[in-house]
Nanobody
Framework: QVQLVESGGGLVQAGGSLRLSCAAS????????MAWFRQAPGKERDFVAA????????YYTDSVKGRFTISRDNAKNTVYLQMNSLKPEDTAVYYC?????????????????WGQGTQVTVSS
């Protein structure tokens, strides 16, 4: 069992930055592929970024490429999402996800664990 706790969300003006953190319980964090998703009101939960177990490979949805960076620190059991040049359309609840059975998380199907979410609001 893995528990994921997100933090770092908040209200920011367009063009600003935030760094989200997701702290994982347990001693097997490095065994999990990790990812960030987001869900805006009335919309589906969408993939944002993913990182492999070692952190050697990262993947992004097109709308955040060049602005967001996913990283992980396996010694601290934490995955991060650095978000720069934020836009109002980035407003959503951001969720951390973990999956032990895949090398790369690509979608919501098959995710083993979810965090509770953290709200990010970008004002124009």
């Amino acid at each position: 069992q893995v528990q994921l706790v997100e933090s770092g969300g908040g209200l920011v003006q367009a063009g600003g930055s935030l760094r989200l953190s997701c702290a994982a319980s347990g001693r097997t964090f490095s065994s999990y592929a990790m990812a960030w998703f987001r869900q805006a009101p009335g919309k589906e939960r969408d993939f944002v970024a993913a990182i492999t177990r070692s952190g050697g490979s990262t993947y992004y949805t097109d709308s955040v490429k060049g602005r967001f960076t996913i990283s992980r620190d396996n010694a601290k059991n934490t995955v991060y999402l650095q978000m720069n040049s934020l836009k109002p359309e980035d407003t959503a609840v951001y969720y951390c996800a973990a999956d032990r059975t895949t090398a790369r998380i690509t979608g919501v199907m098959g995710v083993d664990y979810w965090g509770q979410g953290t709200q990010v609001t970008v004002s124009s």
